[in-house]
T-cell receptor
Framework: AQSVTQLDSQVPVFEEAPVELRCNYS??????LFWYVQYPNQGLQLLLK??????LVKGINGFEAEFNKSQTSFHLRKPSVHISDTAEYFC????????????FGKGTRLHILP | EAGVAQSPRYKIIEKRQSVAFWCNPI?????LYWYQQILGQGPKLLIQ????????DSQLPKDRFSAERLKGVDSTLKIQPAKLEDSAVYLC?????????????FGPGTRLTVT
């Protein structure tokens, strides 16, 4: 079964600095990959998704992620963070060959420091 | 368009009591999901409906949890009796259809505390 590992439970970063949130998934079979953001007391919102094609995926709010099949990774990046980016970020994977169930990682809490 | 609606937003009950959550998906969305999100973890799928039929309930603790989606629109999730370990946020999501690729839209969740 698929699994997702988010290597950092919390990431502190200064405002306007770059950030990378790491995500690895368990299998190299064909997958769909997602990043979701959860602001305090809200549901999840899709940031970006990789379905096929270009390995560099651009999402909302200036975020982007790169699919690396050989390393089974899908790290999320932003060149300059803002205080409003404070949230929890979830990486998720769905196995193409099976059903459409999405498996979520445990999340990474992004702390923006002034 | 209106998003996924859930109620109540917060609920506190004692163990062994029962509780019910309600979800109204985005209009026209055929697929509805219930997730359990325990503090410090990612959401875990409990049950997936396609219209009013169950597609996947493999992770639903059926001895105490039940869910229905009558008429293929809104849905209720019930816990009876509740245990301490059921304390979590219960998220409802909907998507236009099942089958990837797709996008799930999430409601704000119901935070359940069992004391």
């Amino acid at each position: 079964a698929q699994s997702v590992t988010q290597l950092d439970s919390q990431v502190p970063v200064f405002e306007e600095a770059p950030v990378e949130l790491r995500c690895n998934y368990s299998s190299s079979v064909s997958v769909y990959l997602f990043w979701y953001v959860q602001y305090p007391n809200q549901g999840l919102q899709l940031l970006l998704k990789y379905l096929s094609g270009s390995t560099l995926v651009k999402g909302i709010n200036g975020f982007e992620a790169e699919f690396n099949k050989s390393q089974t990774s899908f790290h999320l990046r932003k060149p300059s963070v803002h205080i409003s980016d404070t949230a929890e970020y979830f990486c998720a994977v769905s196995d193409r060959a099976r059903d459409d169930k999405i498996i979520f990682g445990k999340g990474t809490r992004l702390h923006i420091l002034p | 368009e209106a998003g996924v609606a859930q109620s109540p937003r917060y609920k506190i009950i004692e163990k062994r009591q029962s509780v019910a959550f309600w979800c109204n998906p985005i209009s026209g969305h055929a697929t509805l999901y219930w997730y359990q999100q325990i503090l410090g973890q990612g959401p875990k799928l409990l049950i997936q409906f396609q219209n009013n039929g169950v597609v996947d309930d493999s992770q639903l603790p059926k001895d105490r949890f039940s869910a229905e989606r009558l008429k293929g629109v809104d849905s209720t999730l019930k816990i009876q009796p509740a245990k301490l370990e059921d304390s979590a946020v219960y998220l409802c999501a909907s998507s236009l259809t099942s089958g990837a690729p797709y996008e799930q839209y999430f409601g704000p969740g119901t935070r359940l505390t069992v004391t």
